[in-house]
């Protein structure tokens, strides 16, 4: 997901970035009722379904397609996009005492504000409201998954994007895609599938190659990879930054010449054309601290980037800026 308060970023030194997000998106279509598929509806040869899919997450801007209900436990979700306004899927919960009204409206302060010192407010506002369990960054073409630890309850799943003003559907407050997921031990259990798990236990746990985690060090806030990250398989990331939310929002990088500077360069400001796929997102949107999400993503072999668009909370510029993007490749 791009920063809390992307626009002030990108109207600073990189607006070929909101040239590039946008200018592909089609022409917005009359919104259609959302689709709700309920967790653990047994399919039919006719439609091709099973009982064993992972649950399946449609964005666009024609309706969003989410599951209505989950089991507990590890539960895949199977991410789409089918268009450039839409794809910055999430998954959140609620904290007692606070409304689904109150965090639509943290969203976008968080995202239209101006003023770093509400950002920051925003920011601990939103922590103390919800626990945020990342998603998938998906564009229109590909299929990523993600897979979270669920306890039974009420969860949301929503599109950031939508709280991105024109970098996203733009819809009226109040018609934005935030929906319900409730997990409950009735709920039929899933069992992941080759594509969903590649390689996931009995329990549905994906085993990983590789992990990411984001960590605050001397320097400034940074990623850390242990283990070897290889093509279309599972990558953990963990988001060990203290009173801090962030994300792992990863691009390819096309040109083997690209080195930590040039990245860092772009980031403050320097240059304005990305010196990565910035049209094509993969990856996951913020995360709590402390929480962990599982990745799978239809990487190639290749160089990719990891970077965090998410506003600091000590002055509101985001992470990256302060050097968390991370260079790696994928076998």
């Not at 998906?138 to 799943?157: D, K, M, N, Q």
């Not at 990411?212 to 850390?224: I, K, S």
């Not at 990565?276 to 990719?304: C, D, H, N, Q």
Request: hydrophobic share 35%.
């Amino acid at each position: 997901m791009q920063k809390w308060n992307r626009r002030r970023f990108l109207t600073t030194g990189a607006a070929t970035g909101a040239a590039l997000l946008t200018g592909a998106a089609g022409t917005a279509s009359a919104a259609t009722p959302p689709t709700v598929r309920p967790a653990g509806e047994g399919g039919s040869p006719e439609d091709g379904s099973s009982e064993d899919e992972p649950l399946e997450i449609v964005t666009g801007e024609d309706g969003f397609t989410h599951p209505a209900v989950a089991p507990p436990g590890p539960v895949t979700f199977e991410t789409v996009s089918t268009s450039m306004t839409t794809g910055f899927v999430g998954l959140a919960r609620l904290r007692d005492g606070y409304d689904e009204a109150a965090f639509k409206q943290l969203l976008r302060t968080l995202f239209s504000s101006q003023v770093p010192a509400e950002t920051i407010a925003a920011t601990h506002e939103l922590m103390a409201a919800s626990r945020l369990f990342g998603g998938a960054a998906v564009h229109p073409g590909i299929t990523s998954h993600f897979t979270a630890e669920l306890e039974p309850g009420r969860y949301l799943l929503l599109e950031y994007r939508d709280f991105q003003s024109d970098l996203g559907r733009n819809p009226p407050p109040g018609q934005e895609y935030v929906r319900t997921l409730t997990v409950r031990e009735d709920a039929a259990p899933l069992v992941a599938t080759a594509d969903a798990g590649a390689g996931a236990d009995a329990s549905g746990r994906p085993h990983c190659t590789a992990t990411l985690r984001a960590l605050h060090t001397r320097p400034g806030p940074r990623f850390v990879l242990r283990g070897r990250v290889r093509a279309g398989r599972p990558l953990r990331y963990v988001n060990s930054v203290p009173d801090q939310p962030d994300e792992a929002i990863i691009y390819r990088v096309a040109d083997d010449g690209v080195t930590r500077e040039d990245i860092q360069a772009f980031f403050d400001g320097a240059t304005r054309t990305p010196p990565f796929a910035i049209k094509a997102p993969l990856g996951t949107p913020p995360l709590s601290p402390g929480e962990g999400v599982t990745l799978t993503m239809p990487t190639e072999p290749g160089r990719y980037v990891a970077v965090s668009w998410v506003g600091s909370v000590e002055d509101a510029k985001p992470m990256a800026q302060h050097g968390q993007h991370l260079l790696f490749r994928v076998h």
